[in-house]
């Protein structure tokens, strides 16, 4: 029914998200090229999620960073090439992953 309507159904990590024809990738490719456009320089990006529903923002960045949810698992529908598992739920483990993977690109 929802995508006779152009929506969609995206699983987040506690609520299924109705969505139109945006995602969180979208999102970070418009705000990479803005950047890139209003500084004219190369724009490094980093995106950090837990869910399904952040899996377009993990593929449209050069750093991808895959959370543990609660009770220290991963989602398994989540797979990338390049992908970096960050040690820690949640805020702690979005913490870990940045202090971990800003040096990397500042070296």
Do not use: C, T
């Not at 970070?28 to 869910?51: C, H, K, N, T, W």
């Not at 750093?63 to 949640?90: C, H, M, N, T, W």
């Amino acid at each position: 029914m929802a995508a006779r309507s152009g929506l969609s159904v995206v699983r987040g990590g506690r609520f299924f998200h109705l969505m139109g024809r945006n995602d969180k990738g979208r999102a970070a490719r418009f705000l990479q090229s803005a950047y890139a456009e209003s500084s004219g320089l190369p724009v490094m990006s980093i995106g950090l999620g837990d869910s399904a529903n952040d899996l377009p923002l993990l593929k449209s960045v050069d750093f991808p960073v895959l959370v543990q949810k609660p009770g220290g698992g991963y989602d398994d529908a989540i797979s990338l090439p390049r992908l970096y598992y960050a040690r820690g739920e949640g805020p702690k483990g979005w913490s870990a992953a940045l202090l971990d993977v800003l040096p990397r690109l500042a070296g």
